[in-house]
């Protein structure tokens, strides 16, 4: 499948042209649109990753068009103390940018193993996420995870920290200005108090993103949400005290549904003394996400994203934003085809911040 758009009326009517033709997991607003924690679906309580018994189910049995069989259901479970799964995403991308060469292509954008060890009569497991593509292997995260009495909970090892919301999308601001997306484990610890309507969350760790700590301070971490019926809201702040400066940063997300529609926001507020390299001059990003969902037919999910950055406050009209409508159709267990658009806006200056992308992609999970 092949668009070429230029222009802002070319993008419209390209969007309305793919609207029409037939054309996770990881994916917060599955959680938002069923009222439960990312626990109920992965084994891994910050969410993505191995999926539960459940979760499995859920992928092969409820959420594509045409449902798997339940005589060969197996939800990735090799007898009682091995359980594994599997991510793969491979696209086709067009860019068109108003600086530089546009390009297409294919590329193989991520891939993941996913093992988890829970010995019999223990209550403790081991549980590795591992990258195999692109390129060559990268640890996403290896813990061992504990469960306290009831649903709390504690893991050890690299970990993904829970910070805000966790998207698939590791390229979005919230992600990438915030330093927390899928490649940027870290060694640590996090306790985990997980109740009925509630789930809070201590981290401390090396503040390094995975590397050995250089200096001997560390990063703290909080974060709290609350379930209401058919909404939440959570917070979550952290302090990095490096050497090199200190980062501080806090977000407010959330999300509810209404006639249908799953909504799901987040904004960041974030302080970096170790950019400006001055003692007690920060510099302040402001970033945020407003995303929309809509199942329009059993298998079919419209997504419709708005994105904003503020690279620097001090800086007037620095401003960058990103606007992203996908498809999502999921045929059968265990395959889903993805086809969008993303068109950025960045300032005149920064014109390679301003482009317009399209891409196809399956999507392999189990």
Same mark, same amino acid.
């Given at each position: ?16 042209? @793919? ?8 994916? /917060? &607003? ?20 191995? !999926? ?10 409820? #959420? ?32 068109? !940018? ?20 829970? /010995? ?34 504690? %893991? ?18 919230? !992600? ?20 009925? %309507? ?19 301070? @560390?990063?703290?971490?909080? !974060?709290?949400? &609350? ?11 952290? &302090? ?15 999300? $509810? ?40 037919? %059993?298998?079919?999910?419209?997504? #419709? ?26 045929? $059968? ?9 993303? %068109? ?23």
């Amino acid at each position: 499948m092949f668009i070429h758009c230029k222009n802002y009326f070319t993008f419209l009517i390209c969007v309305m042209g @793919l609207l029409l033709i037939n054309t996770s997991h990881a994916e /917060p &607003y599955l959680a938002i649109k069923n009222n439960t924690q990312c626990s109920t679906c992965h084994v891994n309580p910050a969410g993505g990753g191995a !999926r539960t018994t459940y979760g499995a189910y859920y992928g092969t049995h409820v #959420l594509p068009r045409t449902a798997g069989s339940l005589d060969l259901f197996d939800a990735g479970k090799f007898g009682e103390t091995l359980r594994i799964g599997a991510d793969l995403r491979t696209n086709y991308y067009q860019s068109d !940018r108003d600086e530089g060469e546009d390009t297409r292509g294919f590329e193989t954008q991520s891939g993941q193993l996913y093992v988890v060890l829970q /010995p019999k009569d223990s209550r403790f497991s081991l549980y590795i996420d591992e990258q195999i593509a692109p390129g060559g292997a990268l640890n996403r995260e290896t813990f061992i995870l504990t469960k306290l009495n009831g649903n709390h909970f504690l %893991k050890a090892g690299r970990i993904m920290l829970p910070y805000g919301i966790r998207l698939e999308d590791d390229s979005a601001f919230i !992600r990438q200005a915030s330093g927390f997306n899928f490649d940027t484990g870290d060694n640590g610890v996090e306790l985990g108090l997980q109740y009925t %309507k509630t789930l809070f969350n201590f981290a401390l760790s090396n503040g390094s993103s995975g590397l050995n700590n250089d200096d001997k301070n @560390l990063q703290f971490l909080s !974060r709290a949400e &609350y379930l209401g019926n058919n909404w939440r809201i959570g917070a979550t702040a952290l &302090y990095n005290d490096a050497e090199a400066g200190a980062r501080i940063q806090a977000n407010l997300f959330g999300g $509810f549904v209404w006639q249908g529609f799953v909504f799901l926001a987040e904004a960041d507020l974030i302080e970096d003394e170790s950019i400006e390299n001055i003692p007690d001059e920060y510099q302040q990003q402001r970033v945020g996400l407003l995303e929309v969902n809509r199942e329009i037919s %059993k298998g079919y999910n419209v997504k #419709l994203t708005t994105e904003y950055l503020d690279p620097d406050a001090n800086i007037d009209e620095n401003q960058r934003v990103r606007h992203s409508l996908l498809l999502e159709y999921t045929p $059968f267990a265990n395959l889903q085809i993805r086809g969008g658009l993303r %068109k950025g806006d960045d300032i005149p200056q920064r014109d390679a911040g301003n482009y317009l992308d399209f891409f196809a992609q399956l999507h392999f999970y189990y």
